[in-house]
């Protein structure tokens, strides 16, 4: 056995003994949450031991570390994760059992921990998997928000956000670390103080106001390696707990100030996705998390090195996307103002230290803070980040002579604004892409002019995923009939394996097995979504899914555009053949994005009517999962036929919900887009349905002022029929102003927008014509099964173990740690 703490009897004698200790009550007492709590506990005690293994092995062979500084981190639940990752799961199991609990009920307990919003948090959360797995040295830095993302109630068809209390009962496997603290100071004013003595200069900030930050450290586990790493989240907390006696007491109204300022900065996750709104709160979020976290990582790093020029040999911060990259001028001060180093030796540190990955080309994503706003906030970040400018500007001129132009382009301070954007790529060593289209339209379009200038800075790290949650935790069945055709599990650590099971596609048996676990899992499915949304859905009809979070570019509009268009047909000619299809929906909308919530309401109408159309036999089923989230994610994946990767070409820098679809056996359907290019290489353009423009034919086509979706309206009476349907009535009860602004927005140029952005009745027809090719594939029993089983057996490549190690070979070059495990 693995790990001698999970001798059944000592784990079950401690699983008593928690209820006993935490709740005075005995295991048949306790609630389902207090035995999760119990449960957690008694794991919790066995990774510790790992963790100070882990850490005790890290001060002897000091190797490098990599702060992945995020302020997402989309972790979803850790009970039954740690206990995969432990090689302890079905142990526990057992020992559960034998006490009469039942470990999924006791795992679905547990709330998610979704500090994220999606692809960015939870491509993070995979990333820290990888990284403990593989056995490399890494921190995760981020906020312990109190509200994660917010939940979502589907009331009348409209989305309502409730807020996440996630912590409420308490979080069994988080630690709080007090003796770590850090203050953060905010606003004030800079004093210019000369020493004649040394002739130096001194900045001291004066006035400012400052919280105390709080590590909580939780444990992440590698895969039975006995490697744990830690995610440290930071709370905040009034300076007036810290220092009490030194206090002015009599400054009542600065106390409750303190006490605000602390309260409101870890107080929520803002739910924008590829929105950037300015909230002066968010910059006091990102500050107050880097500042802490670089300010841990030196104090670290000065414990056991006396030369902080050799700080790059030891420490990477890799920037999870602009929202940390504040780090490079707080690294900057820690170095001028505290170190007292010279400018050209702290930024020498500083640019072989900071890294920074892209994940989006949206313009509407980009940080560009008010200088005004910025400067008040963190003057003397503003005033280093003043003089980085500075310095590239010159840079710039002799590159450059003569052409003031690329000085606009490409400075860090512009138009009252600080790009973060540019100032992380002036002050890391690295730029990457998360996909190779995307990394080459980063290179070609974005910041073509940073390409030019510093080429050997971009690079491509395409994204992966973590096989452990989304194969072996979330589809059981189909991890353990993968690991009896290997004949061995490494595929859990060693993805490329899967190509093993390629042969199977010429073995009716192993095929038809194949299709009975895609079938028990979306009975398994179907049975969440009975229970949760109260609709019935046949397991036997195409799961059609489409799940990531509700944006236009995404166009979940396009898929429920066709489904009104498949029940026009199915209507008009009920002779028709037809495959019984259910179309699944899951999706968040930011809570102030009215369109993406127009589009869930317009999903729900469509649902409302075409499931209760009896007169079509239930071939049409439409459900809009509420509250998608990582754990319910698990479930859903392992059901899905098809998955809808259907962006607006060039626009999804990647996707991971891809990769997890192919992992569990569902074609893709969709555009060239993101990782869908390199999905296709893998499993063969056969094994997928793509349609649609081409990156380049969408960006030649806005290069040129978009195109006229009119002419395919007047041209096309089915699309016209369709688009027609928002305004008549026909989904909303006879109310002809309900969906009016969609209408409007695929037919009117409007306030700056181009009619139709995102090309929805341009690749109609095509999407129409892509889904009808689903349609005759899956009729094909066993042709469907081959192209399903490939996608799993192709799938090799999407690994984040593979993703994590290209980071460490190009970017981060770690070292690999071995952790001999406390007996
Ligand atoms: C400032 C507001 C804001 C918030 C979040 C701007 C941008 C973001 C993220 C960068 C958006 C995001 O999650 N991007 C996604 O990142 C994934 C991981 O690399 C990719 O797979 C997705 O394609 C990309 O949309």
Known sequence: MYNPRFDKKTFKKEVKNNVKSLYRKTVEEATPQQLFQAVSFAVKEAIIDDWIATQNQYKKDDPKIVYYMSMEFLMGRALGNNLINMT????????????????????????????????????????????????????????????????????????????????????????????????????????????????????????????????????????????????????????????????????YHKAVEQENLAKTIVEVLYPNDNHYAGKELRLKQQYFFVSASIQAAVAKYKKTHSDLHK????????????????????????????????????WEITTKTCAYTNHTIMSEALEKWPIDLFSRLLPRVYQIIQEIDRRFVIKIREMYPGNEEKVRKMAILYNNQVRMAHLAIVGGFSVNGVARLHTEILKQQELRDFYEMMPSKFNNKTNGIT???????????????????????????????????????????????????????????????????????????????????????????????????????????PEMSFYPRTFIFGAKASAGYIRAKEIIKLINSVADVV????????????????????SNAEIIFAAADVSEQISTASKEASGTGNMKFMLNGAPTLGTMDGANVEIVEEVGIENAFIFGLSSDEVINYENNGGYNPVEIYNNDPDIHRVVDQLIDGTYSNGDTEMYRDLYNSLLKAQGGARADMYFILKDFRAY??????????????EGWAKKALLNTACCGKFTSDRTIQEYVDDIWHLDKVKVEPII
């Open 88 to 251: 302890a799961y079905k142990e526990v199991q057992e020992a559960l059992d034998e006490m009469g609990i039942d470990l999924n009920a006791i795992e679905d307990e547990e709330p998610d921990a979704a500090l994220g919003n999606g692809g960015l948090g939870r491509l993070a959360a995979c990333f820290l998997d990888s990284l403990a797995s593989l056995g490399y040295a890494a921190y995760g830095c981020g906020i312990r928000y109190k509200y994660g993302m917010f939940k979502q109630k589907i009331e009348d068809g409209y989305q309502v956000e409730t807020p996440d209390n996630w912590l409420k009962d308490g979080n069994p496997f988080e630690l709080r670390r007090e003796e770590y603290a850090k203050e953060v100071r905010f606003g004030g004013n800079i004093r210019v103080e000369y020493d004649v003595t040394t002739g130096k200069t001194h900045f001291v900030q004066e006035n400012y106001e400052s919280v105390m930050a709080i590590p909580y450290d939780m444990p992440i586990v590698g895969y039975g390696n006995h490697v744990v790493n830690t995610l440290r989240i930071w709370d905040a907390k009034a300076i007036v707990d810290f220092q009490l006696e030194s206090f002015d007491r009599g400054d």
């Open 311 to 346: 700080l790059p040999e030891k420490v990477t911060f890799q920037m999870n996307d602009t929202h940390p990259t504040v780090a490079v001028a707080e690294l900057m001060r820690i170095l001028l103002d505290e170190e007292n180093m010279e400018w050209d030796e702290a």
């Open 467 to 573: 096989q452990r949650r989304f194969l072996k935790h979330g589809n059981p069945l189909l991890a353990d009939w993968v690991t009896e055709k290997l004949g061995t599990e490494d595929w859990v650590t060693n993805l490329s394996l899967m190509e093993g099971l390629k042969p199977l596609a010429e073995d009716t048996k192993a095929l038809a097995e194949f299709m009975d676990i895609k079938y028990k899992n979306k009975e398994r499915l179907a049975k969440y979504i009975l229970e949760h949304n109260g609709v019935s859905v046949d397991p036997r009809s195409i799961f059609d899914v489409q799940v990531k979070r509700l944006h236009e570019y995404k166009r979940q509009l396009l898929n429920i555009l066709h489904v009104m268009y498949l029940y026009n047909q199915i209507k008009e000619h």
């Open 611 to 630: 499931n209760n159309d009896r007169s079509i036999n239930g071939k049409l089923k439409v459900v809009f999962i509420e509250d998608y989230r990582v």
């Open 768 to 781: 129409a014509d892509a889904q009808k090719r689903v349609e005759e594939a899956y009729k094909d029993t």
